[in-house]
């Protein structure tokens, strides 16, 4: 049992044993999250559909090389012949045995059909080699919306702690103000604002939330996760170093690794099979041939002579279609233009891969710069909260300067690790 599966297995076991409880959270990495999608995923599994197709095709195409062997076995009734003259006179009745029986055997071996079986074999592979790459492309596609999905649930997880936060000191200066307002040193209006304020951040973090079951359903449901599953996002993920190579470095993986660019180069190898299959259409096909029959009886004497007989042979056979000579060359014309739109398809292909990476390797620098700038506001919100902070222990700041100090360094944090996350 590979490591995979078994560490599926273990997951699934521990997250069905939790339905007889109520809603639990899971922390869930993305590799356990690949793994689940590789096993459950009904767009992989259609992929991998195709790719047995096309393993079948391969296994088809090669039968070409095998020879073709045809058995006959016939049993029937012959009536009695009638026999006349050149002058369709002098008509006569002629007995015939009742009673005809024919065996034959008959097998024939392609030696040359012009490279149409080799290139069917070569082509078949190929397309073998495309459903992989298509495969690939499907997992990695799978992978990028996983992700997409988990990273936008943990900023959402950061957001609920931020306005939790939010939420708790702003009760907290509800409360002050109210003793303050009885004090006779704040007004009403103060409370009604500060209440106010409260219930847009409960109403935000309501529609943060709903985004969460939002996303936690997509997400179990690729994963064919129980709906009652809560994914939590692991944390140690942001420990995680993402190399700094340069731009050629990442233009060179995309050349080598991209499947869209494996695709456009196999559709080019495709159509140049195409072509070669469409020539082998005006050149001979060369085979062995053998046979045995054994028929009865013999109707070629008159009077028929009612007994068995068994004859074979073995020979060469060549034919050519004439008509190749005229339809042909349209054949190979549309293959050749075919495999010409596939050599441009992948300039493009090309183009448009090197374009998207030198847009993306920008926005990754620039990722960087941001988490390097933000990390020094969090410094400098965290210095002025420590400042407010000793202040408002010294009865120099009021409630509200605590209130306004921890929403900056909230909204700095939550700005770096989404930062974070975004490289």
């Known amino acids: 049992m590979s490591k995979v599966r078994l560490l599926i297995m273990v997951l699934c076991a521990s997250l069905w044993a939790m339905g007889s409880y109520a809603q639990k959270t899971y922390v869930l990495t993305l590799e356990q999250m690949f793994a689940l999608a590789d096993e459950n995923s009904k767009t992989i599994k259609a992929e991998d559909a195709a790719v047995i197709e096309a393993q079948q095709g391969v296994k088809v195409a090669k039968n070409g090389y095998l020879p073709d062997i045809d058995l006959s076995l016939s049993a029937s009734y012959l009536g009695n012949g009638y026999l006349l003259d050149r002058e369709f006179k002098n008509g006569q009745s002629v007995p015939m045995p009742h009673f005809g029986n024919n065996f034959a055997i008959e097998a024939t071996q392609l030696i040359y059909a012009g490279g149409a079986v080799t290139n069917g074999v070569a082509m078949a592979k190929l397309k073998e080699e495309m459903a992989g790459v298509n495969r690939e492309a499907a997992r990695s596609r799978i992978r990028f919306m996983l992700t997409g999905f988990y990273l936008d649930l943990y900023k959402l997880h950061n957001a609920l702690k ?5 939420i708790e000191l702003t009760r907290i200066v509800i409360e002050d103000t109210k003793a303050r307002n009885k004090a006779g040193v704040a007004l009403q209006n103060d409370v009604t604002r ?15 939330e709903n985004s969460v079951e939002i996303l936690n359903y997509d997400l179990v449901t690729m994963l064919g996760l129980p709906a009652d599953t809560q994914i939590e996002p692991d944390t140690t993920m942001l420990a995680k170093i993402l190399p700094m190579e340069g731009v050629a470095y990442w233009q060179q993986m995309a050349e080598s ?7 456009s180069a196999l559709a080019v190898e495709i159509g140049e099979r195409a072509e070669m299959l469409a020539r082998a259409e005006r050149r001979p096909t ?11 009886p013999i109707t070629i004497e008159v009077p028929v002579i009612n007994k068995n007989f068994n004859y074979w042979y073995i020979g060469v056979g060549v034919s050519f279609p004439i008509h190749s000579l005229y339809k042909a060359n349209k054949s190979i014309r549309q293959a050749q233009y075919s495999t010409m739109l596939s050599r441009r398809r992948q300039d493009e292909v090309v183009e448009q891969t090197s374009l998207t990476i030198q847009s993306d390797y920008v926005r990754y620098m620039e990722a960087y710069d941001e988490v390097a700038t933000l990390e020094k506001s969090v410094q400098l919100a965290n210095e002025n909260y420590q400042v407010i902070e000793n202040r408002y222990r010294n009865d120099i700041a009021l409630v509200t300067d605590m209130l306004d100090a921890s929403t900056q360094l909230l909204d700095a944090e939550l700005k770096l690790v989404n930062a974070r996350i975004n490289v």
Request: positive net charge; proline residues 0%; hydrophobic residues 40%.
């Open 162 to 166: 931020v306005y939790d936060k939010s």
């Open 194 to 208: 500060y209440e106010l304020q409260l219930k847009n951040f409960e109403l935000a973090r309501r529609r943060v």
């Open 257 to 263: 690794n991209a499947h869209t660019v494996k695709q």
């Open 286 to 296: 060369v085979a062995l041939f053998a046979a045995n029959h054994f028929d009865g």
